[in-house]
């Protein structure tokens, strides 16, 4: 008995990184006792997958379940990485399109773009900037250092992509 509470428990934390009804590429970072999502849609205007052209804007839709800051960081295809924008956004669902007198509007390279929406419910680490070039796992690693700098005790992180053509 003792053997199958820590796979259950295994098993449990593993699912919760990808829940039922999240399709395309979705990253379930989930920290401390509470397992379920606090985004629970995240994707660009068009749907995940979609394309883009360059110099058209994109838009994003979030739904949380309950109030929070969100930090919008996105990787190029060449692995230049950079934030969006940071919010506080009350639960529900949400169009974002930008800093106000300002547009998420596409710039080249062309290719993949990933996009991540981290939640946590303190404001944003001071001094904490997504800049650089990294890795898969250097963007992962930053990711974590930001969760980390927050002090947040509920966090969660969403990822989407869309095409730049």
């Not at 934390?13 to 999240?22: E, Q, T």
């Not at 990787?75 to 949400?94: C, K, M, Q, S, W």
Request: hydrophobic residues 35%; charged residues 20%.
């Amino acid at each position: 008995m003792r053997k199958i509470l820590p796979l259950a428990l295994l098993a449990v934390l593993l699912s919760s990184c990808f829940p039922a009804g999240r399709s395309g590429v979705t990253v379930g970072l989930r920290f401390g006792f509470d397992l379920s999502p606090i985004i629970t849609r995240f994707e660009p205007d068009r749907g995940r997958g979609s394309s883009y052209l360059v110099g058209e804007s994109v838009r994003f839709v979030v739904s949380l379940t309950r109030a929070g800051y969100v930090t919008l960081v996105g990787i190029d295809p060449d692995g230049v990485a950079y934030e969006f924008d940071r919010v506080f956004l009350n639960p529900g669902t949400h169009l974002l399109s930008g800093p106000p007198g300002f547009r998420y509007e596409l710039r080249p390279p062309l290719g993949i773009q990933r996009v991540r929406a981290i939640y946590t419910d303190t404001p944003h680490p001071s001094g904490f900037v997504f800049r650089g070039t990294y890795t898969s796992e250097g963007w992962d690693q930053q990711t974590s250092i930001y969760i980390q700098r927050s002090g947040s005790r509920v966090r969660d992180v969403a990822e989407t992509f869309f095409y730049i053509r």
